[in-house]
């Protein structure tokens, strides 16, 4: 895919600058994603309308991924954005051997503190938290946004950004792998091939017409055979499962740290038998559907309560 800069798109609209720019920021630009303070737009994108409301952008997503953008406006942090953002980074940063709690994720999205335990807390583990919980609002912020190299690029940036492997130069903020990176589990194609391999893959993903959870599963599959960086190839992975099956209206999923053994087993035996990673992903499925149907009782009955109820309650 060939990209354009702010400059070369402004030319092109004959728009200012400044606007082009504005118009990204906003996310009204689909497929442009940002590369530092650079933003890249594809040479195929077409001029943003000047004005556009809420109900043009709600109109184009399904009910569960309208549901999360609308709660993450309003900074709703008793539904299901709140249970996405908790879940998905505890879940998805435990399985990447973070030593947080749910309850010190919790505290850190619900309120920035960190609630210490009796055991010492690695500063990175917090930073890290801290880093996914900005993925999980910029996938909610480009739920329809094409995938591409320059924006799985973007999620590997803001999640390794700051963290002690990065100050110690054992990773690059959205860099691929390095030539001198060795596997400790399995033998990964050369460095030199994974900008190759990594854009075939997405040409052939997002050729797809008709994409279900198996597709998810394939892209997701040879995402990780790939192993595109030095290191949060598994989180990264996840927040693109995530993200696209919002996208193309898959009942999402967030698999939990306690099935770790079951959904990495699955992804080694995915060529021979698909049936297991697809069970653990089936049943996360059904998790989370049931999580939606509990915020609909909730909101349902939070229509029947007295005027002023909980007003007086406690926060802290």
């Known amino acids: ?38 933003w890249l737009i594809p040479a195929k994108a077409r001029k943003p309308r ?39 980074t505890y879940s998805s940063s435990r399985m990447a051997s973070n030593r947080l709690t749910r ?16 055991e010492p807390m690695k500063v990175s583990d ?12 910029y996938i909610l912020d480009h739920i329809n946004t094409p995938l591409s190299l320059p924006f799985i690029r973007r999620i590997h940036a803001l999640l390794s950004a700051g963290t ?58 040879a995402f990780e055979a790939i192993a595109p960086f030095d290191d949060c190839n598994g989180r990264v992975g996840r ?11 898959v009942i999402p999923f967030i698999i939990d740290d306690k099935r770790r053994s079951g959904y990495l087993n699955g992804i080694r035996s995915w060529a021979k038998d698909t049936s297991i990673l697809s069970e653990v992903v089936i049943e996360a499925q059904e998790r989370f559907d049931a999580q939606v149907n509990f915020q609909k009782l909730a909101e349902h009955g939070e229509n029947f309560l007295p005027e002023g109820y909980g007003e007086d309650e406690d926060d802290e």
């Open 1 to 38: 895919m060939e990209y354009l800069n702010i400059k070369e798109a402004a030319d092109k609209w004959q728009l200012s600058e400044q606007a082009v720019r504005r118009f990204c920021r906003l996310g009204r630009i689909p497929g442009a994603v940002q590369d530092g303070t650079n």
């Open 50 to 88: 000047k004005t556009i409301n809420d109900n043009d952008v709600a109109k184009n997503l399904h009910p569960v991924a309208r549901t999360l953008v609308k709660q993450k406006k309003k900074k709703s942090y008793h539904g299901l954005y709140d249970y996405v953002v908790i879940n998905l």
């Open 103 to 118: 309850n010190q994720v919790e505290t850190i999205f619900r309120k920035g503190k960190v609630s210490v335990g009796f």
């Open 126 to 137: 917090v930073i890290e938290v801290l880093n996914h919980i900005a993925c999980v609002d």
């Open 164 to 221: 002690v492997d990065e100050r110690r130069k054992k990773v690059t903020p959205g860099e691929f792998r390095s030539p001198s990176f060795v596997s400790k589990v399995r033998t990964l194609i050369p460095s030199s091939e994974i900008k190759q391999e990594l854009e075939m893959l997405i040409d052939q993903y997002e050729a797809l017409s008709d994409i279900e959870r198996r597709d998810l599963l394939d892209f997701h599959v």
């Open 239 to 249: 927040l693109i499962m995530f993200k696209e099956s919002l996208r193309h209206n």
